[in-house]
Nanobody, 119 residues
Framework: QVKLVESGGGSVQTGGSLTLSCEAS???????MAWFRQVPSKEREGVAA????????HYIDSVKGRFTISRDNVKNTLYLQMNNLKPEDTAMYFC?????????????WGQGTQVTVSS
């Protein structure tokens, strides 16, 4: 059974940092993986994606230079290092696996972890 479990969310002030982790079952980790985020009343948006071996990454413009996606395929874990956080980064963050590059039709999702950035 495919399972994704996020952790690492929390509350920080503007300019702070957080690292999100997503522990995946082995089958889920053998695919593209991505981080998405969602705020109430808005659609979920892709934030960052990474290929199977991590050789290629993709970011939305608003997080380029601040966020870094990475993966450890030995530990079956996906990461999102978030630096210089802004209030507009406040959202529920989800990891996803097995989709089309970079943010299309992902099959598996975690339950989400909340990130709150205060000014």
């Amino acid at each position: 059974q495919v399972k994704l479990v996020e952790s690492g969310g929390g509350s920080v002030q503007t300019g702070g940092s957080l690292t999100l982790s997503c522990e995946a079952s082995a089958s889920a980790s053998k695919s593209y993986m991505a981080w998405f985020r969602q705020v109430p009343s808005k659609e979920r948006e892709g934030v960052a994606a990474i290929t199977l071996r991590g050789e290629t990454t993709h970011y939305i413009d608003s997080v380029k230079g601040r966020f870094t996606i990475s993966r450890d395929n030995v530990k079956n874990t996906l990461y999102l290092q978030m630096n210089n956080l802004k209030p507009e980064d406040t959202a529920m963050y989800f990891c996803a696996a097995s989709g089309y590059w970079p943010f299309l039709r992902y099959d598996y999702w975690g339950q989400g972890t909340q990130v709150t950035v205060s000014s």
